[in-house]
């Protein structure tokens, strides 16, 4: 079936980085896609890997995709306190299902 | 560029009572979704719209639950009547056709089954 695991929670001092990680069953999808969450906003599109590439760097984060494994993960460099969200792994599955996992909620410790 | 906007942002009702969310897409986009969010997990899939028509609505318990997209534009949900697990976030999005994954959120409308 079409399943995404995500840990639930996450906490990192500022500065360090955040890795945040995924797992996924099959799919064929072309791409995959991090979101993120502020409180009581909607979820906003941060970036997304092609899945013929296995990582893609954009400023402060950079994915990483194993599909041997099906895992997927975010790093965040230099973590700041405006970084304070949940994050969603969403993998489209048959038909561009898009689905998510269960979102990782990530605390800044100052 | 307006975002994808819905309203209420809140509704508060008493169970067995009808409800209705509202929402509109970013101008052009043709593909329009409806996600429900329960506490401390990921949005689920309600029904998806390409233009007017429903493409898939699989998820979406019929009984009781209803959606339209006239013109295809603007979008309505409807629940009635409501019952206590139906209290979650109610998200409304839109992609350009062929956006695949790449889904524009709106704010949400939370609502409480009392």
């Known amino acids: 079936g079409e399943d995404v695991e995500q840990s639930l929670f996450l906490s990192v001092r500022e500065g360090d980085s955040s890795v945040i990680n995924c797992t996924y069953t099959?799919?064929?999808?072309?791409?995959l896609y991090w979101y993120k969450q502020e409180p009581g906003a909607g979820l906003q599109l941060l970036t997304y890997i092609f899945s013929n590439m296995d990582m893609k760097q954009d400023q402060r984060l950079t994915v990483l995709l194993n599909k041997k494994d099906k895992h997927l993960s975010l790093r965040i460099a230099d973590t700041q306190t405006g970084d304070s969200a949940i994050y969603f792994c969403?993998?489209?599955?048959?038909?561009?299902?898009?689905?998510f996992g269960t979102g990782t909620r990530l605390t800044i410790i100052p | 560029e307006a975002g994808v906007v819905q309203s209420p942002r809140y509704k508060i009702i008493e169970k067995k009572q009808p409800v209705a969310f509202w929402c509109n897409p970013i101008?052009?986009?043709?593909?329009l979704y409806w996600y429900r969010q329960n506490l401390g997990q990921g949005p689920e899939l309600l029904i998806r719209y390409e233009n007017e028509e429903a493409v898939d609505d699989s998820q979406l318990p019929k009984d009781r639950f209803s959606a339209e997209r006239l013109k295809g534009v603007d979008s309505t949900l409807k629940i009635q009547p409501a019952e206590l697990g139906d209290s979650a976030v109610y998200l409304c999005a839109s992609s350009p056709t062929g956006g695949q994954g790449s889904l524009f959120f709106g704010s949400g409308t939370q609502l409480s089954v009392l």
């Open positions: 099959d799919s064929s999808s072309t791409y």
């Open positions: 101008s052009g986009h043709n593909t």
């Open positions: 969403a993998v489209p599955f048959g038909n561009e299902k898009l689905t």
